[in-house]
């Protein structure tokens, strides 16, 4: 079984997280880019399971735009501020993660994206608050993971996304070979480089 993408989930999280996020705001001095953003992430997979670890304990835009995706999947939503409960502990009791969702200002971003087990259908890796430098990709997947593909966006102060399969098969961070990518720029220029 793996992730399949619904478009008609994720425009209905985005509006409405949109909506939420438009009366919550006054509250909130971060920008909702990213949040509407993970919203629809979030509502496109029709994630069952939904972890928000954020740096914070205080409700953030993206836990806002988080609870209402969750509600459009009928889905449940977790939420681990940092300074609570051992991550380890936690995410142990929470099998079948779909969507995990990791402040990149948290100091223990490695043991909980160790520490997720995800459903059979894969599970979604979603980092923001990174720069490209310090990119999660495969180096932290534990064992029966592998990374199925992997994206750095420049939305905010960075997103990075982490499709994670399980069971058999090809992982970006462990295949021997190289491959080429090309990407044609706004004008028109082909830019091939190697990943």
């Known amino acids: 079984m793996k992730l399949v993408w619904c478009p008609e989930t ?6 409405e997280g949109v909506k939420t996020l438009a009366g919550e ?9 990213v949040a509407e953003f ?10 069952q399971l939904i972890i928000d670890a954020q740096s914070n304990s205080n409700p953030t ?3 806002l735009a988080l609870m ?4 459009h999947t009928q889905g449940k939503y977790f939420c681990l501020s940092a300074g609570e409960a051992e991550p380890k502990n936690f995410m142990r009791q929470l099998k079948g993660v779909d969507y995990l969702v990791v402040d990149g200002k948290r100091r223990d971003v490695a043991s909980i994206v160790k520490e997720a087990r ?12 990174v720069t490209k430098s310090n990119v999660v990709s495969g180096a932290v997947i534990s064992g029966g993971m592998r990374v199925v593909r992997s994206v750095f966006l420049p939305i905010g102060d960075g997103v990075e996304v982490v499709h994670v399969g399980v069971g058999k098969g090809p992982s970006l961070g462990k ?3 190289s491959r080429w990518i090309r990407h044609v720029d706004d004008t028109g220029e082909e830019h091939l480089f190697r990943r």
């Open 10 to 15: 994720a425009s209905k999280a985005y509006i």
């Open 25 to 33: 705001n006054q509250h909130h001095e971060e920008s909702t880019d």
């Open 68 to 71: 209402t995706a969750a509600r």
């Open 38 to 47: 993970i919203s629809a992430m979030a509502g496109g997979w029709k994630a």
């Open 175 to 177: 295949t021997g070979r």
């Open 61 to 63: 835009n993206t836990s």
């Open 118 to 129: 995800p459903g059979p259908r894969g599970m979604v890796v979603v980092r923001y608050n």
